[in-house]
């Protein structure tokens, strides 16, 4: 499922969640975002949250070291699992589903 949120406490609720950190003014991120869209509407196991940077407290941005976007960061509990590096939706879908 998709969801565009800025409550990162929401995020942190679920299990397994992949959160596409993103901004209005990126260009890589208009490119990057159909792509992540059609991942989240694909993959039905895991929810895919849109979070864009310049909505969100600058302390959540220092804790998953957000330094440049598009980042995507695979995450259970609000913590850190893994970046997803890939840039297509099957690609994604496949590191997500990829046992750590």
Not at 1 to 12: G, V
Not at 14 to 37: D, G, M
Not at 44 to 66: G, M, P
Not at 69 to 91: C, D, F, Y
Request: charged share 25%; aromatic share 10%.
């Amino acid at each position: 499922m998709l969801k565009i949120t800025d409550n990162m406490q929401e995020i942190a609720a679920e299990e397994n969640a992949v959160v596409y950190f993103t901004a209005s003014w990126c260009q890589p991120c208009k490119q990057l975002k159909p792509i992540y869209a059609k991942a989240g509407m694909t993959d039905e196991n895991t929810n895919y949250f849109v979070v864009d940077i310049d909505f969100i407290d600058k302390e959540y941005q220092d804790l998953y070291n957000i330094r440049s976007v598009p980042t995507i960061i695979q995450m259970s509990h609000g913590k850190e699992e893994r970046r997803i590096l890939a840039r297509s939706a099957e690609a994604i879908i496949e590191e997500v589903n990829t046992p750590f």
